[in-house]
T-cell receptor, first 112, second 114 residues
Framework: DAGITQSPRHKVTETGTPVTLRCHQT?????MYWYRQDPGHGLRLIHY???????DKGEVSDGYSVSRSKTEDFLLTLESATSSQTSVYFC???????????FGPGTRLLVL | AQSVTQLDSQVPVFEEAPVELRCNYS??????LFWYVQYPNQGLQLLLK??????LVKGINGFEAEFNKSQTSFHLRKPSVHISDTAEYFC????????????FGKGTRLSVIA
């Protein structure tokens, strides 16, 4: 299995609070991705990174920001969490954007 | 840009019966195609992929998929399913040597009934 960890694995927070999710890889892959998974919507790309300090928006980026200061870490921040951001968040990595992605175990976030 | 449609959101099937999960894609350029599986409370795992070569691709757990360029399809099949195949299956597409990420379908939930 690809070495990808996500932390925390579960989080409950209140509306309006900031939340940061961390993705850590040991594979030295250049590309890292954040997705959210919701019933009926499948996987939707939030942001992705193609190198240290290089990021781009995905399909559902509003309300989210990301940072990548090291190859191995990709952070997803909800500046002010809303109930609509209750979801399961997955991190993924790949060597290049058009080929196989490897997924982390997910973070289950509940915003009350 | 690429897009993918999984034609069935849910597929119930009896144990030991065959199954086909359908995936159609849209692209103006050549593509790579993928099937992923997600077991309950887990992340996605690669089941199989088509990059080039033989149009019949074999994956893990006895699954296979056939690339049909004329019908822009990449359907997933298994001749005899097991209870343990109960999971959600995602089809994904990307542009050949492209610089944009994979595009995922909305998923098909396969339920195997004893």
């Amino acid at each position: 299995d690809a070495g990808i960890t996500q932390s925390p694995r579960h989080k409950v927070t209140e509306t309006g609070t900031p939340v940061t999710l961390r993705c850590h890889q040991t594979e030295n892959h250049r590309y890292m991705y954040w997705y959210r998974q919701d019933p009926g919507h499948g996987l939707r790309l939030i942001h992705y990174s193609y190198g240290v300090k290089d990021t781009d928006k995905g399909e559902v980026s509003d309300g989210y920001s990301v940072s990548r200061s090291k190859t191995e870490d990709f952070l997803l921040t909800l500046e002010s969490a809303t109930s609509s951001q209750t979801s399961v968040y997955f991190c993924a990595i790949s060597e290049n954007p058009s080929e196989t992605q490897y997924f982390g175990p997910g973070t289950r976030l509940l915003v009350l | 840009a690429q897009s993918v449609t999984q034609l069935d959101s849910q597929v119930p099937v009896f144990e030991e019966a065959p199954v086909e999960l359908r995936c159609n894609y849209s692209s103006s350029v050549s593509v790579y195609l993928f099937w992923y599986v997600q077991y309950p409370n887990q992340g996605l795992q690669l089941l199989l992929k088509y990059l080039s070569g033989s149009i019949l691709v074999k994956g893990i757990n006895g699954f296979e998929a056939e690339f049909n360029k004329s019908q822009t399809s990449f359907h997933l099949r298994k001749p005899s399913v097991h209870i343990s195949d109960t999971a959600e299956y995602f089809c994904a597409v990307s542009a050949f040597r492209g610089n944009t990420p994979l595009v995922f379908g909305k998923g098909t939930r396969l339920s195997v009934i004893a």
